[in-house]
C-alpha cells in the first residue's frame, strides 16, 4: 500500500527484519511447544522456556561455509528443559536462521543449531548441524507463515 508517497507493509511481515524479529523470539517458545505434537518420532518430552540473545549482525557459521546468497541472518539461543524418566535437563540451543525477503513477507530459507548443557562453562556443545525439519525449524516456518498471512494477535506488533 503506498500512502503519502511512501511504499507501507500491508502485512507485519513486510516490515524490516529488525521490526518484526522481538516479536519472533517472543511468539517461538510458544509455536515451538505446539509443533512438538506435529513431528514424527519426538523421543523426549520437553519445551522451550525462552528464546532470547537476539543478533542481526551476520556470524560466521561454525560450519565455515558463507551464508546463503540474498539472505539475511538472524542469530539467537533458546533455554529448553527435556524430561528423562524422574529428571529434568536444562539446555541452551544457539541458531542462525537465514531469511530472505518476498513480496508476501519475509520466507524462510535455512536453519542452524547446535545445543549444550546450561549453564554452558567450560562444557562442550554439540557440532551445528542443519535443523530447518526441528522443533525449531517447524516453528520458525510456521510463525513466518503465519505473519505472512496477517494472522498473529493484534497486540503483537
Given at each position: 500500500?503506498?500512502w503519502?508517497?511512501?511504499?507501507?507493509?500491508?502485512?507485519?511481515?513486510?516490515?524490516?527484519?529488525?521490526?518484526i524479529?522481538?516479536?519472533?523470539?517472543?511468539?517461538?517458545?510458544?509455536?515451538?511447544n505446539?509443533?512438538?505434537a506435529?513431528?514424527?518420532?519426538q523421543?523426549?518430552?520437553?519445551?522451550?522456556l525462552?528464546?532470547?540473545?537476539?543478533?542481526l549482525?551476520?556470524?560466521?557459521?561454525p560450519?565455515g561455509?558463507?551464508?546463503?546468497?540474498?539472505t539475511?541472518?538472524l542469530?539467537?539461543?533458546?533455554?529448553?528443559?527435556?524430561?528423562?524418566?524422574?529428571?529434568?535437563?536444562?539446555?541452551q540451543?544457539?541458531?542462525?536462521?537465514?531469511?530472505t525477503p518476498?513480496?508476501r513477507?519475509?520466507?524462510?530459507?535455512?536453519?542452524?543449531?547446535q545445543?549444550?548443557?546450561y549453564p554452558?562453562?567450560?562444557?562442550?556443545?554439540?557440532?551445528?548441524q542443519?535443523?530447518?525439519g526441528g522443533?525449531?525449524?517447524?516453528?520458525v516456518?510456521?510463525?513466518l507463515?503465519d505473519?505472512r498471512?496477517?494472522?498473529?494477535?493484534?497486540?503483537?506488533?
Open positions: 500500500m503506498i503519502a508517497g511512501v511504499l507501507l507493509a500491508t502485512t507485519p511481515c513486510q516490515a524490516p527484519l529488525e521490526a524479529a522481538p516479536q519472533l523470539l517472543q511468539d517461538l517458545p510458544a509455536y515451538a505446539r509443533s512438538v506435529l513431528l514424527p518420532n523421543q523426549s518430552l520437553g519445551s522451550v525462552t528464546a532470547g540473545q537476539l543478533d549482525t551476520p556470524l560466521s557459521l560450519l561455509s558463507p551464508p546463503p546468497q540474498g539475511q541472518q542469530f539467537f539461543t533458546t533455554l529448553e528443559r527435556s524430561f528423562l524418566g524422574q529428571h529434568s535437563n536444562l539446555s540451543g544457539f541458531h542462525w536462521l537465514f531469511v518476498s513480496d513477507g519475509w520466507q524462510f530459507v535455512s536453519l542452524y543449531s545445543w549444550g548443557p554452558l562453562a567450560d562444557r562442550p556443545t554439540t557440532p551445528p542443519e535443523s530447518s522443533r525449531i525449524g517447524q516453528a516456518q510456521t510463525w507463515r505473519c498471512a496477517n494472522f498473529l494477535s493484534a497486540g503483537s506488533f
